[in-house]
């Protein structure tokens, strides 16, 4: 039974085709506005044979003989329908059929209404008629990524198909049927099956996005604000030969359908109902830079050392990492460019215990530097004093050296002595002074 299944799923998406869509949906309201009016006449008929006087095949006969355009050349059977057309007698049996048709289609429109809670009777009517005979189908717009709405209540929006959807260029769609994805279009005019709806819109177009402020916490637990958070990004473009297409002038938006899936269905639902594409992208981005600061001091965020990385330039990296990069994809989006403006300390004892623990630390620097002045400085002057005294001692020896050897030595040696010793402390009462 292999060939059956693959059998029904091709004849199914050849249904799908949408041309044979538009062409299965126009034969079929032809049809069935012939089936009903073919009942009207039908009833006509009959009852004009039950309550008249004269039979309706010889009217029929009749109509033959008059030679009315081809009407002879045509079997009887074929010519009895027109006997309501052709007989005044006949014809006003026409008008009770037609009523009811009237009555159940206002009667179906007014159900109709009543369930989809709509509040014009219009659009609604419209859309049982295209819904039946095929006759002025309902059409809504999209552009700038949104449903355009010309009327506060569109059939197509609230209920769904069948009608026509005007894509503008740069926008795309994603059509889903109640219980399956029916497919992707771009920049033309689709046909909306029975009930097909539009599951998402959204602009082809690189999206801007702008944060004002977002609050986040450190590693150390001090609250920042991170202000003038911008970022772009857009749908993933359809890969050709493993990289993404670029753009062209007969293709100027290759999206990915993947992509395009999974922005209409990868979304999370709240009690509000279903997060928008472009929340989803902002919340990502988001607490990818929340994450980055919650890993990091608040010194290394807003007053690195002068050999550490530049922290903002750390986290634009973060964002376009692995982690990011799937999350992202997961919601069919690529992030293009970040920039974070800059990042404010809500607590301002952490600037005031910044400052002083940075004055201590200058205080500290100084006294060092001061205290090694002051140390060499005194070295200088013990280097000086010792020079001088060893130059004192030097000379006294050199005086040694010119006594005369017929002088009393020892007189001599002790005037030289006495002189010597008194110049050293003459000299070292002077480097006292000092």
Same mark, same amino acid.
């Given at each position: ?56 095949? =010889? ?17 009887? &059977? ?55 005979? #095929? ?5 809504? /717009? ?8 010309? &009327? ?46 539009? /599951? ?24 920042? $604000? ?44 709240? &009690? ?14 988001? =607490? ?12 290394? $965020? ?38 974070? #403006? ?16 940075? =004055? ?30 060893? &130059? ?24 030289? $002595? ?6 050293? $402390? ?9």
């Amino acid at each position: 039974m292999k060939w059956l299944s693959t059998a029904s799923h091709a004849f199914a998406a050849w249904l799908e085709d949408p041309q044979r869509v538009v062409m299965f949906e126009i034969i079929g309201g032809f049809l069935r506005m012939l089936i009903a009016l073919l009942m009207i006449d039908i009833l006509a008929v009959m009852s004009g044979w039950l309550f008249e006087p004269e039979d309706p095949l =010889s009217i029929a006969f009749r109509i033959q003989d008059q030679g009315i355009f081809i009407w002879k050349y045509l079997p009887v &059977e074929l010519v009895l329908p027109l006997v309501p057309i052709f007989n005044i007698h006949y014809a006003r049996y026409l008008l009770p059929s037609f009523s009811a048709v009237v009555f159940v289609i206002l009667a179906g429109t007014f159900f109709v209404r009543d369930i989809y809670n709509f509040s014009s009777f219009r659009p609604v009517l419209q859309y049982v008629l295209a819904s039946l005979f #095929g006759l002025n189908h309902p059409r809504i /717009g999209i552009d700038g990524g949104k449903v355009q709405l010309d &009327e506060e209540e569109n059939a197509l929006n609230i209920i769904g198909g069948p009608g026509y959807v005007l894509i503008q260029p740069g926008n795309a769609v994603m059509f889903r049927h109640p219980f399956h994805p029916s497919g992707a279009s771009v920049t033309r005019s689709y046909f909306m099956a029975p009930f097909e709806k539009i /599951g998402y819109a959204t602009s082809l177009d690189d999206q801007h996005c702008s944060i004002d402020h977002a609050d986040a916490v450190t590693r150390d637990g001090i609250r920042v $604000l991170v202000r003038s958070i911008h970022f772009r990004f857009r749908i993933i473009p359809k890969t050709e030969n493993g990289k993404a297409a670029r753009r062209t002038i007969g293709n100027p938006y290759p999206y990915s359908e993947e992509a395009m899936f999974n922005m209409a269905h990868n979304l999370n639902v709240s &009690e509000k109902g279903q997060t928008p594409w472009h929340a989803a992208v902002r919340q990502a981005v988001l =607490s990818g830079i929340t994450d980055f600061i919650a890993s990091h001091s608040i010194d290394y $965020l807003t007053a690195p050392r002068q050999r550490e990385k530049d922290p903002r330039a750390e986290i634009r990296r973060s964002l376009f990492s692995s982690g990011i990069t799937n999350r992202l994809r997961s919601s069919g989006a690529e992030l293009l460019w970040v920039d974070i #403006g800059h990042i404010d300390i809500l607590e301002e004892q952490v600037d005031q215990s910044r400052i002083d623990l940075w =004055s201590a630390e200058l205080i500290g620097n100084a006294n060092v530097i001061r205290a090694y002045g002051d140390a060499t400085r005194q070295a200088y002057h013990e280097l000086g004093r010792a020079e001088s005294q060893a &130059e004192l001692i030097i000379s006294i020896t050199d005086a040694l050296d010119v006594i005369e050897a017929g002088e009393d030595k020892a007189e001599t040696l002790r005037k030289v $002595l006495l002189a010597r010793t008194a110049q050293v $402390l003459d000299a070292m009462r002077e480097q006292n002074k000092v």
